[in-house]
C-alpha cells in the first residue's frame, strides 16, 4: 500500500480510529444520509473495545468528531452511567476533547436508550448506539431476505406482527425499539429507546446517526426528515404517559423511570433525563446554583 | 493493519484535522441540502485539478473506493499527485465509480452513466464530486426533500438541462447518484432523496 502522510507520521490516531477506516465509515454515513433509513455496511474490523461499549456508536462519533466538538455522553438517560463515564473519559484521554454534561452546550451526543428531552439543534449531531439494525430480525430471521424485503418496501409482514399485538391485547405492546418508517421509504429500528422518544425523531433540527457494530451497518435519519412510527388508522401510535409529573422537578412532559423512595408502597417517579431536569430545578432555584449548588 | 484502534494518544497530523473538517462539510452540506457550507483553506493540487475538488477527494479515497476522473483531469501530473497521497484504484468508466470527479459541468456525463446502485444496496451507487464555475446566478430550482424545512432554492451554475436529468435521478430513488457541487469556496449537496419542486 502506498503510504500517505498519516502513516509516515507513525500512525497517530486522534478518537482511537486510523485514518483508513474513519474514511471508510465516513463514505458510509454520507451514503446513509442520501438513502434515510437505509442500513449502510461499512469495513469488516475487528474493534477490540470492551464488551458493552457499544463499538457501533464509538465508530461513529470516532470518524465524526473534530478537535472543535464538545461530547455529551448519555447512558439510560444519565450522563453519570457508568458507560457513560468511561466513554467521556476515553474520548478526553485520546482525543483531548471537551466533554459536557449539559444538552445545550454539546455539539456530538452519543447516547442509548435515550434521546434528550431538551430539543435539539442544527448545530448538534446525535450519535446512537444500536445493538440490532435489523427492525425484521425478529420476523425475519435471513439477513438476505431482510434485504429484499426492504429492496422492495415490503412491510406487511411488521403490520401483520403489530396487528396481531392489538388483535390479542388492543394495543401495540411494544414499549421500545418501536419501527419508524423513515422518508416514507425505509422501516428502521429507533434503537431501543422508549417509544416515548420516537416523536423526537421526525422533523428534528439535528441529524441522527445510528451506528451497530457487531452487525456493522449504520444508518442515518437527516434533519428535517419524516419519522412516522407504525400505527393503524383505529388504532394510532400513542406514547407512554404517566398520571403524576417528575417527583423532583415537577415536569410532565418528560419520560419518567420509577424509583424507590419514601416507605413501603412509595411509587416515585423522576426525568430519566439527568441534565433535563437538572436545568429545570436550577431554573427554578437560581440562588441556590449561584451560591455553589450547580454541578462541578 | 488488522486493528483499527491503536494505542497512545498523539496529537492529529495536519492531514488528518484537514480530512475530518472536510468531512463535517460534506456531511452538513448533505444534510441541509441546498445550503452553501464553506469549505476549510486547502492546500493547492496540480491544475487543472482545484484544492476544493483534490481536498474532497483526499478526504474520501481509498482502494475501495473506485475512481473515475473526467478526461480534463486525467492526466500523470494528477493521478501521481493522488497516487502519492492516498490508495487510489483508478477506473475506466462513470459506471464502474465510487467517485467521479468532474471540473466542468459541461464536461458531465449524462447522469444515468453512473452507477445508480443495486435494489438492495442502493449505497453503491457514485458520488460525483462536480466543480461549478459558481453555485449561483444559474437557474433557480426550488428543492424539496429531507433536510430541507419547507424549500430551499439553488441556481448553481450548470448547464440546460441538468435539472431535467436531476429529477429522472430523483424519480429512481431510493436507487440514483449524489452530487456534490463546489465553487471551490463552498459546497452544495444533493442527494438523490431531494427533488425539484
Ligand atoms: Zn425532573
Redesign the interface.
Known amino acids: ?2 503510504p ?3 502513516e509516515v ?6 478518537a ?9 465509515v ?11 433509513g ?1 442500513q ?2 461499512f ?1 469488516s ?5 470492551p464488551a458493552g461499549w457499544g463499538t457501533g456508536g464509538l ?1 461513529v462519533t470516532a ?5 472543535d466538538d464538545v461530547l455529551k455522553v448519555i447512558d439510560q438517560g444519565t450522563d453519570a452511567a457508568t458507560n457513560a463515564v468511561s466513554i467521556r473519559a476515553f474520548f478526553r ?4 476533547l471537551a466533554t459536557t454534561e449539559r444538552t445545550r452546550e454539546a455539539s456530538l451526543i452519543q447516547t442509548r436508550h435515550r434521546i434528550p428531552e431538551t430539543p435539539l439543534t ?1 448545530e448538534q449531531i446525535l450519535v446512537l448506539q444500536v445493538p440490532q439494525p435489523e427492525p425484521l430480525r425478529q420476523l425475519v430471521p435471513r439477513g438476505a431476505a431482510a ?2 424485503l ?3 418496501a415490503d412491510y406487511g409482514v411488521m403490520y401483520v406482527k403489530l396487528y396481531e399485538d392489538i388483535a390479542r391485547f388492543g394495543r401495540v405492546t411494544l414499549a421500545y425499539d418501536y419501527p419508524v418508517l423513515v ?1 416514507g ?2 422501516l428502521a429500528s429507533p434503537s431501543p429507546i422508549p417509544r416515548f422518544d420516537n416523536p423526537k425523531l421526525d422533523n428534528s433540527r439535528a ?1 441522527s446517526l445510528f451506528g451497530a457494530g457487531r452487525e456493522r451497518r449504520l444508518y442515518a435519519i ?5 419519522v412516522a412510527s407504525l400505527d393503524f388508522g383505529d388504532h394510532p401510535f400513542e406514547v407512554q404517559r404517566w398520571s403524576v409529573g417528575c417527583a423532583l422537578c415537577g415536569s410532565r412532559a418528560s419520560y419518567l423511570d420509577e424509583i424507590g423512595s419514601g416507605g413501603p408502597g412509595a411509587r416515585m417517579f423522576v426525568c430519566s433525563d439527568t441534565d433535563y431536569c437538572e436545568e429545570r430545578r436550577e431554573a427554578s432555584a437560581p440562588a441556590r446554583r449561584a451560591a455553589g449548588g450547580g454541578r462541578p | ?7 497512545p ?9 484537514r ?3 472536510v ?2 462539510v ?2 452538513r452540506a ?3 441540502p441546498g445550503r452553501v457550507v464553506l469549505l476549510p483553506a486547502l492546500p493547492s493540487a496540480p491544475a487543472p485539478l482545484c484544492p476544493a475538488l483534490a481536498g474532497l477527494l483526499l ?7 473506485g475512481l473515475w476522473l473526467t478526461p480534463a483531469l486525467d492526466c500523470p501530473p494528477i493521478r501521481s499527485f493522488l ?6 484504484q483508478f477506473v475506466a468508466t462513470p459506471r464502474e465509480a ?1 467517485l467521479a470527479v468532474v471540473d466542468d459541468p459541461a464536461g458531465l456525463p449524462p447522469l444515468d452513466a453512473f452507477h445508480p446502485g443495486e ?5 453503491r ?1 457514485t ?1 460525483v464530486l462536480l466543480r461549478v464555475p459558481a453555485l449561483a446566478g444559474g437557474p433557480a430550482v426550488a428543492l424539496r ?5 419547507a424549500t430551499a432554492t439553488v441556481a448553481p451554475r450548470v448547464p440546460y438541462g441538468f435539472w431535467d436529468q436531476w429529477a429522472r435521478n430523483h424519480a429512481r ?2 436507487l440514483g447518484i ?1 452530487i456534490i457541487m463546489t465553487d471551490g469556496v463552498g459546497l452544495v449537496g444533493l ?3 431531494v427533488g425539484r419542486e
Open positions: 500500500m502506498i500517505n502522510d498519516d507520521a507513525g500512525g497517530y490516531n486522534f482511537y480510529l486510523d485514518e483508513q477506516t474513519k474514511r471508510m465516513r463514505r458510509a454515513i454520507l451514503k446513509a444520509v442520501c438513502i434515510p437505509h449502510v455496511p469495513g474490523r475487528e474493534m477490540p473495545l465508530q470518524s465524526v468528531i473534530g478537535p484521554r485520546v482525543a483531548g442544527e434485504r429484499r426492504h429492496a422492495f422518508n421509504r425505509y441529524l437527516p434533519p428535517y426528515t419524516r | 493493519m488488522t486493528t483499527a484502534f491503536s494505542s494518544a498523539a496529537p492529529p497530523s495536519e492531514a488528518a484535522q480530512d475530518q473538517r468531512f463535517r460534506l456531511l448533505l444534510s441541509y478526504g474520501l479515497l481509498d482502494l475501495e473506493a497516487t502519492y497521497r492516498a490508495a487510489v465510487v435494489p438492495a444496496c442502493p449505497e451507487s458520488t426533500g429531507p433536510g430541507i424545512e430513488y431510493p449524489d442527494p438523490r432523496s
